[in-house]
């Protein structure tokens, strides 16, 4: 059974960090693209960064939305079966349930193609 479990979310000061984790099992990074996708109250689901599979053409790299870009960053674990969002500089505007998700392809603009999700965890930034 796929399983993904989000957690590390809380509340935090604007330009502060976070350090969410996402914990996988029946699945390996071998075969799927882990990703970190957000929503905020009343905003569509929206991707944040994905990390390809390990047997895809894009060979365990990483992709970032212009949401990230400069200020996230995704790490993995392989020993713990766990993928980490580094959040920081946080803004209020990043307020949101973040969720991760898996997939065969890393295309943040396909949420169709995320076919298992973890059950999120919020983030909420304050001014």
């Known amino acids: 059974e796929v399983q993904l479990v989000e957690s590390g979310g809380g509340l935090v000061q604007a330009g502060g960090s976070l350090r969410l984790s996402c914990a996988v099992s029946g699945f390996t990074f071998d075969d799927y693209a882990i990703g970190w996708f957000r929503q905020a109250p009343g905003k569509e689901r929206e991707g944040v960064s994905c990390?390809?599979?390990?047997?895809?053409?894009?060979?365990?790299?990483?992709h970032y939305t212009d949401i990230a870009k400069g200020r996230f960053a995704m790490s993995s674990d392989n020993a713990k079966s766990t993928v980490y969002l580094h959040m920081n500089n946080l803004k209020p505007e990043d307020t949101a349930v973040y969720y991760c998700?898996?997939?065969?392809?890393?295309?943040?603009?396909?949420?169709?193609?995320?076919?298992?999700w973890g059950q999120g965890t919020q983030v909420t930034v304050s001014s």
């Open positions: 998700a898996a997939a065969l392809l890393c295309r943040l603009g396909h949420l169709s193609l995320w076919t298992s």
């Open positions: 990390v390809s599979s390990i047997q895809s053409s894009g060979g365990g790299s990483t």
